[in-house]
């Protein structure tokens, strides 16, 4: 009999679901570092395009003003010495309320209407102020025939005054004195009368006066020819001189004389001695770039703003278009009057002036700088530049005109940065 053989040790045979194949193993690891080498690959492309793509930026083309030749076609005014930002105003402008408080009941103006002078522009419910003036002139009617009575009295005690009186010269035993003296009391009394009567009728006069008065401030009226800018109230509501809160409201409208518009200009302190009354200017409204009007300066103001440095400055418009609204922003520029060269002098070449906009300037370190484009790439130089004035500043050194610098379109440039000048 043959033995038989040991059997097998089956515990040791076992499957290990978990723990892939190694072929899955091998195809997975590869695509791993595919996949790395991927993304690597792209985020150089990327990051190198960044480096060497154009920035697209704004830029502003210096020009040199000032210097020989530099003319102007302003009637001969020369170049720009300061320019400044403002607002067109009206030199006659008035916001116009009633006299007395009450209630609207008559509007008969609106938003364009041109009114002249004394014309009534509103009216407030008077019918109590009607009936105060019929009140009075009647009481002014009572006290004058009240004094026709008094002066009729008056007279009559006179002319017995006058009689008794001569029959006492004539015959004394006739009119005794006591008479007399009893005559002229009455005559004098009747005078007396007569006067004060007199006056009644000058106060119910002067109350005829301010009844009508008080009914005449009723009606709102215009205080100079102009055309009307707001309606400030409408029909039904309360107005009052002062603004009392609640409904109440103050303006009825707000007028102006268009014929006296002009710019209100705020210029830095530091330019001002460049400013004189009477010197032409060029002013462009943001609402027409391209149009130019002239301007000369009417007033500079005899103070300064101690907060923002400046002074304020008045420029009358010259040129009248019925585009140019109040409250319009402008731009002025001041601009320089040719100076005279004696015959015989020598042609003095004045420096050119250099005005760019505020925000090509930026600080470093407490160092002025700008940034320049040339051929496509940012270069940074150190100027002297003046303070701001209208959003511009003059640079005193560093830049010669022609020039193009950065503006706006990149936060914090860089040396040797590629950008794209956009129109």
Do not use: C
């Amino acid at each position: 009999m043959t033995a038989s053989p040991p059997a097998a040790d089956l515990s040791k045979l076992r499957i290990n679901r978990d723990d892939p194949p190694p072929a899955v193993k091998r195809a997975l690891g590869r695509v791993l570092w595919l996949t790395a080498a991927a993304i690597v690959m792209i985020a150089a492309v990327v990051l190198l395009s960044k480096r060497g793509s154009a920035v697209p930026v704004q830029v502003v083309t210096v020009a040199a003003r000032g210097g020989e030749g530099a003319a102007s076609n302003s009637g001969g005014a020369g170049a720009v010495a300061v320019v400044a930002n403002g607002y067109v105003v009206a030199r006659t402008k008035a916001a116009v309320s009633a006299k007395i408080p009450g209630r609207l009941a008559m509007l008969n103006v609106s938003e364009g209407s041109r009114v002249e002078k004394g014309a009534i522009i509103a009216r407030l419910d008077n019918a109590d102020y009607a009936a105060a003036v019929g009140q009075a002139e009647a009481g002014l009617a009572s006290a004058r025939a009240t004094l026709i009575e008094a002066q009729s009295d008056r007279d009559q005690a006179q002319r017995e005054y006058v009689r008794v009186r001569d029959i006492h010269a004539q015959n004394p035993n006739l009119v005794s004195p006591q008479e007399v003296e009893n005559a002229d009391s009455r005559a004098r009394q009747a005078d007396a009368r007569g006067n004060a009567q007199s006056a009644r009728v000058d106060a119910a006069a002067a109350g005829v006066r301010v009844a009508q008065a008080n009914l005449e401030n009723t009606y709102i009226r215009a205080p100079f020819s102009g055309t009307v800018l707001r309606k400030e109230a409408e029909v039904g509501e309360v107005v009052a001189p002062s603004v009392g809160g609640g409904l109440t409201r103050g303006a009825v409208v707000t007028m102006a004389d268009l014929a006296t518009l002009e710019v209100e200009v705020d210029v830095n302190e530091a330019y001002i001695a460049r400013i004189h009354g009477g010197q032409q200017a060029r002013i462009t409204l943001d609402a027409y770039p391209d149009t130019s009007f002239r301007g000369t300066v009417r007033q500079v103001v005899p103070t300064a703003d101690r907060q923002r440095a400046t002074v304020q400055v008045k420029v009358a418009i010259v040129d009248r278009d019925p585009r140019i609204l109040t409250e319009m922003g402008a731009k002025v520029e001041f601009l320089e009057s040719p100076r005279a060269t004696p015959a015989g002098s020598p042609q003095v070449v004045e420096r050119p002036r250099i005005i760019v906009p505020a925000a090509a300037v930026r600080s470093e370190d407490g160092r002025s700088v700008v940034w320049l484009v040339r051929d496509g790439r940012l270069q940074k130089r150190d100027v002297d530049a003046g303070p701001v004035s209208g959003n511009f500043r003059e640079i005193r050194s560093g830049l010669s005109g022609g020039e193009q610098l950065l503006v706006v379109g990149i936060e914090t440039p860089r040396e040797g940065q590629r950008v794209k000048t956009t129109p």
